[in-house]
């Protein structure tokens, strides 16, 4: 995990006790300067109070900090959730000496449990004092929940003549479905972009990547998305050429991020990229491999190694997209395992069981129905997962 600090961003993490564990709980970014920003949010009907306070805030386009706790989701707690989120924000804003409506909160956690505020006013400031440009790192690991390691991402590439840095903290690890903003990220960057230019880039970007990824099917009701650029770096984002440049280090920074969480997925050993080629078009496609990525049966197959594909070609066919099955070609990394809808033997099977004992790996299916293709990360459906998410409040 190569960090590089993007210019005019300070970030720390620090142990505030609303864990039970007692690890670092609670981070915070700060803008020396005035930052644009962009945001997306969970598609999910029950919404956090931090994800209500955000959405209207940042409409404004302005942010100078965001402010993160893990530990507690401060979701379905009532008017006194949306209370302890705006001050959660005020009491931020002033021990970090920025306006109170310019900063962002987010929060992670148990659902269903108040937000113990007087520990976060409590701890900032001591986490205001530990602010530095290489408090990424803390930062990370405070927001984590059942995430194994802490996850940053650094790109640094010329744009426009100017070297525009792009750093990126993402947590996850359950919860995770291609669904807008499957997890907490934040991520930010020294170019010049304009809000509504920043929402756009976000936008596509998210859909490139974080929409590209599943673990079990579950949308978050805290999922939240921030994009904050300084401008510092003098990089203008105005010609096509520019944002073109931006564009390729913003996106590679995502799916960066985004692969990162399916593969530190709860209890997970495997990731893997469903591919599906030759559907009738490219929302076909996403359709088909949506369905076998989030196929349990599938998944319980990955993470046993077994080469069993006509649980793969089961699972498109309730996908609700129109192909014939007695075209269909499915591959296990390199290996054909089917070949017209019927299996190509034992010794191919052997072939394909190698290929299920490594880390990574691709499953391809070629409808012969056109040309749209699509593509989805998933990783295996362990007992392990089973076992945090059973002892996850304990």
């Not at 496609?285 to 990955?302: E, G």
Request: aromatic share 4%; hydrophobic share 45%.
């Amino acid at each position: 995990m190569q960090i590089i600090p993007c210019p005019g961003f300070r970030a720390a993490g620090v142990a505030a006790g609303i864990k039970k564990n007692g690890r670092k709980d609670l981070g915070l970014i700060v803008a020396d300067v005035p930052a644009a920003v962009a945001g997306l949010f969970t598609r999910n009907q029950v919404q956090a109070a931090p994800v209500r306070l955000d959405r209207e805030r940042v409409r404004a386009g302005v942010c100078r900090a965001v402010i993160v706790n893990s530990g507690n989701a401060n979701c379905c707690t009532g008017a006194d959730g949306d209370r302890d989120a705006r001050r959660m924000a005020a009491a931020a804003a002033q021990a970090a000496a920025v306006p109170a409506d310019q900063v962002l909160v987010a929060s992670t956690g148990v659902i269903g449990e108040r937000l113990p505020v007087e520990r976060i006013e409590q701890a900032l400031p001591g986490l205001v004092s530990a602010l530095a440009p290489e408090g990424v790192a803390d930062f990370a690991e405070a927001i984590m929940t059942t995430d194994r390691v802490p996850k940053v991402v650094s790109r640094r590439a010329p744009v426009g003549g100017r070297t525009v840095t792009v750093t990126g903290v993402a947590k996850g690890a359950g919860m995770i479905r291609p669904d807008v903003a499957t997890m907490l990220c934040f991520i930010m960057t020294d170019a010049r972009v304009e809000a509504p230019l920043l929402h756009a880039m976000l936008t596509a970007g998210a859909e490139r990547s974080f929409n590209r990824i599943t673990v079990d099917g579950d949308t978050s009701t805290n999922d939240t998305i921030l994009l904050l650029a300084n401008g510092l770096s003098g990089a203008a984002i105005a010609t096509e050429a520019e944002r073109a440049a931006f564009r390729s280090l913003l996106d590679d920074t995502m799916l960066a991020l985004a692969r990162w969480v399916v593969k530190d997925a709860e209890g997970a050993n495997k990731l893997v990229r469903v591919a599906v080629n030759g559907a009738a078009s490219d929302a076909d496609a996403r359709k088909v491999a949506d369905t076998v990525a989030n196929s349990p049966l599938v998944k319980t197959a990955l993470f046993g190694e077994d080469a069993n594909w006509g649980r793969i070609l089961a699972a498109a066919g309730r996908a609700g997209v129109p192909f014939d099955p007695g075209r269909v070609d499915i591959f296990i990394g390199p290996v054909r395992m089917a070949a017209g809808g019927m299996g190509c033997g034992k010794a191919a099977e052997a072939e394909a069981t190698r290929v299920l004992k490594t880390d990574e790996f691709e499953i391809t299916l070629d409808l012969h129905q056109g040309t749209g293709h699509d593509a989805v990360f998933t990783c295996d459906f362990s007992i392990d997962y089973v076992k945090i998410n059973a002892d996850y409040r304990s």
